[in-house]
């Protein structure tokens, strides 16, 4: 059974600029997380979706990020644009909505951004 | 207060050891609790659940005190291979939502 994968595994980019994360979950995993780890601080988390729907976006540093999950299938995390504050590493999970299986996350390799 | 909290370490054992990690966690309605291990530049990875009677997991022993609203994460006979970064994780329902939060993690170095 494939992972969750994230793509790409690394982007550079300039303040300003526009980037998109993509995340594809475990088949059949309804839960998806975002999180972040900017160096030397715990992985923060930004958003939870349900299927499609966004249950928690508390976490969402400001309106410059905006996250899909169209179909309730991959998700998409957009920067724009993009700020030096906003580099760090990008972990996507998943995990069953059931009692026993929602806390148990499986992560992708993450995306690490910079922003110069 | 963070809401999720633990000594970042580094432990530095030599091989054969026993080493415990310590957790805290600030909301009282968190459900379940977890520890996750994290290697050098990799995802973090489940290591395992904690229950509130405790559990046990060949070398790793989790304990689990509501009351104290305390983790700990026991490892006995410590491998050079269990090197890694531990990850404590509280999870809990906020606004309908089950949000795991993690903590900042531990760091391990085991020696030879």
């Known amino acids: 059974e494939a992972g969750v994968t994230q793509f790409p595994s690394h982007s550079v980019i300039e303040k300003g600029q526009t980037v998109t994360l993509r995340c594809d979950p475990i088949?059949?995993?309804?839960?998806l997380y975002w999180y972040r780890r900017v160096m030397g601080k715990e992985i923060k988390f930004l958003l939870h979706?349900?299927?499609?729907?966004?249950?928690?976006e508390s976490g969402m540093p400001n309106n410059r990020f905006l996250a899909e999950r169209t179909g309730g299938t991959y998700s998409t995390l957009k920067v724009q644009p993009a700020e030096l504050e906003d580099s760090g590493v990008y972990f996507c999970?998943?995990?069953?909505?059931?009692?026993?299986?929602?806390?148990?996350?499986?992560f992708g390799s993450g995306t690490q951004l910079s922003v110069l | 207060r963070k809401e999720v909290e633990q000594d970042p370490g580094p432990f530095n054992v030599p091989e054969g050891a026993t080493v415990a990690f310590n957790c805290t966690y600030s909301?009282?309605?968190?459900?379940?609790f977890f520890w996750y291990r994290q290697d050098c530049r990799k995802e973090p990875k489940l290591l395992m659940s904690?229950?509130?009677s405790g559990n046990e997991d060949g070398r790793f022993t989790a304990q689990l005190n509501r009351a104290s609203q305390y983790i700990s994460l026991l490892i006995r006979d410590s491998k050079l291979s269990d090197s890694a970064t531990y990850l404590c994780?509280?999870?809990?329902?906020?606004?309908?939502?089950?949000?795991?939060?993690f903590g900042r993690g531990t760091s391990l170095i085991v020696h030879p």
């Open positions: 999970a998943s995990s069953h909505e059931n009692l026993r299986g929602r806390g148990k996350l499986f």
């Open positions: 088949s059949g995993h309804d839960n």
């Open positions: 979706f349900v299927k499609e729907s966004k249950q928690d």
């Open positions: 909301n009282s309605a968190s459900q379940s």
């Open positions: 904690v229950y509130s």
């Open positions: 994780v509280a999870g809990g329902v906020a606004g309908g939502s089950y949000i795991p939060t």
